[in-house]
């Protein structure tokens, strides 16, 4: 969740850092602070709230040296205040580290520390990482991390520097951390995006690994202490892509990138003739027997949408558990059953865990990933990448539809290779599939009747969201975009539950966003929503161009290009993000960045 970036070399260290910091706002933004080395000296610089407090501050106080540790934070352990800022510094001053994850015997630790004379002057669990090290530290500053780190439980991207040195050490134990190589100058940072603007080539830290890291040379350990090569990866991603490019929020860039998105996922991965698709997978799904999708939060919605394409197209048993809560529940695992993990980041600690859980079980593990490298990249049998380029807003939106789209691929895949899917359906499909980028180019250009639609929702007490079918998924999506950067209360339901409990809190306070695309249920909606307007409920629905049965349903009508039901999930989300987006605007919130959020939940 917290934003790391270091850096050893000739520039100017501090501004390398800060520029980073910039870049990885998005992961924590409750503080932020930089300590930079400089002839055996350290200055350290911390300010509480959001990055341009730290900016202020080193317009007006220069962070000398080539060597310099930042980071922004997301508060689990104690206030977003200057002392429970990052970077944490040794009594003596002179050793000093920033840490992602939790530590979960700090509390242990710290009564062990302070009995031997320590002094905190924080309430967070990781400034007793600074004194751990501290008290082994015997003039090496390697082998006093990897002491120190035999005493610590719980997860950690670890980086620490010593006044007296050249060089950085870092550590990894579950959160992730990147090393950048440069020619006579490295970088350090918890996400690539951090490194875009200086270098393409990277090693990913895996679990156990500690590295020191010099201006000419990056050393690597493994667990065991003896060194190990550099595995190089390659970033395909460019500096511009992770830039607002002009636009006011990354959000709103993202929703508008979806259409290339799309483009890229499914680019040549349909064969010759059009009814099957290629993918560059080596599981065979001749060797399972049912799928289990383990996602969190927008992802987990994505994978509601994938089960309804594996099972209608490929006819295999398919269920969606959230990953939080996936192995706590005793799951019933196989060599039979594929795991499928599904993340942007590829980070997501509840999905990684979860991953574990089934590989101890013995079931085989996909991935449907963003990011090449990530821990879940290097920890499941097989990987389907979703190819939407870096994703820099909190709320997610571009890697959602790509997300369907690799689900949708999947299906095919999955029902052609066991035989439940027909040349000719599969052709079909995939024909549709095809349009999925031009009618999503067609929705954003109906933006203004989003932006006219939103004065809906002026004073509303709380909005419910309703859908069936596979729109379930997506109504479930719509509230959860709504609540992340609006604030406002916002519940979603199977429309034909709306009877069952719901209904009790329709009146002219509540309005109802109700999804009705044309499809087998589509009557039966507008039999639901004659029951919402009969309780004096104001309706926003969004439905099929040419539904002119949808007009004394609803008092505000947004439309999408007519597709199939199952295809239609792709098309509503994209209203659904505007009207999100454009709410939040009207109420001044922080789109980007909004209150309590990150965008990789690195801790449990």
Known sequence: MCGITSYVGPRDAASVVLDGLTRLEYRGYDSAGIVSFDAGTTTTLKRAGKLANLQSAMAEQHLPGHRAVGHTRWATHGRPTNENAHPHVSEDGRLALVHNGIIENHAELRNRLEALGHVFTSETDSETLVHLIEEHDEGDLLTAVQEALKQVEGAYALVVAHAEGEGIVVARATSPLVIGLGDGEQFIASDVSALLPYTDRVVYLSDGEVAV????????????????????????????????????????????????????????????????????????PATFDRIVVVAAGTASYAGMVGEAFLERLARIPCEVQVASEFRYAEPILDERTLVVA???????????????????????????????????????????????????????????????????????????????????????????????????????????????????????RGVLYLGRGVNV??????????????????????????KHGPIALIDAA????????????????????????????????????????????????????????????????????????????????????????AKSVTVE
Do not use: C
């Not at 997506?474 to 539950?497: D, M, Q, R, V, W």
């Not at 008092?555 to 209203?575: G, H, Y």
């Open 213 to 284: 890291v010099n201006e000419t040379a990056v050393t690597l350990y493994g667990p065991d202490g003896a060194e190990r090569s550099l595995d190089v990866d390659v970033i395909d991603w460019d500096a511009d892509a992770a830039d607002k490019g002009g636009w006011p929020h990354y959000m709103l860039k993202e929703i508008y990138e979806q259409p290339t998105v799309l483009q890229n996922t499914l680019a040549e991965r349909f064969n010759e003739a059009g009814d099957d698709v290629t993918l560059d997978l080596t599981l065979d």
């Open 342 to 460: 599904v993340s942007q980041s590829g980070e997501t600690i509840d999905t990684l865990e979860a991953v574990r859980e089934a590989k101890r079980a013995g079931a085989k593990t996909l991935a449907i990933l963003n990011v090449r490298g990530s821990s879940i990249a290097r920890e499941v049998d097989d990987i389907l990448y979703i190819h939407a380029g870096p994703e820099i807003g909190v709320a997610s939106t571009k890697a959602y539809l790509a997300m369907l789209a690799a689900f949708a691929l999947l299906a095919v895949w999955v029902g052609r290779t066991r035989g439940a899917l027909d040349a000719e359906r599969a052709k079909a499909w995939i024909e549709e599939l095809r349009t999925a980028p031009a009618r999503v180019e067609e929705v954003l250009q109906r933006r203004p009747a989003v932006q006219d639609a939103v004065p809906l929702l002026d004073d509303a």
């Open 510 to 597: 509540t309005p109802v966003v109700a999804l009705a695309p044309e499809g087998r249920l589509h009557a039966k909606t507008l039999s639901n929503l004659q029951e919402v307007r009969a309780r004096d409920g104001r309706v926003l629905a969004i439905a099929s161009d040419g539904d002119e049965a949808i007009a004394s349903h609803a008092d505000v009508i947004l439309t999408v290009p007519r597709t199939s039901e199952l295809l239609s999930p792709m098309l509503l989300a994209v209203p659904m993000q505007l009207l999100a987006y454009e709410t939040a605007v009207r109420l001044g919130r922080d789109v980007d960045q909004p209150r309590n959020l």
């Open 473 to 498: 998924a997506s109504a479930f999506e719509g509230a959860l975009k709504l609540k992340e950067i609006t604030y406002l209360h916002a519940e979603a339901y199977p429309t034909g539950e709306m």
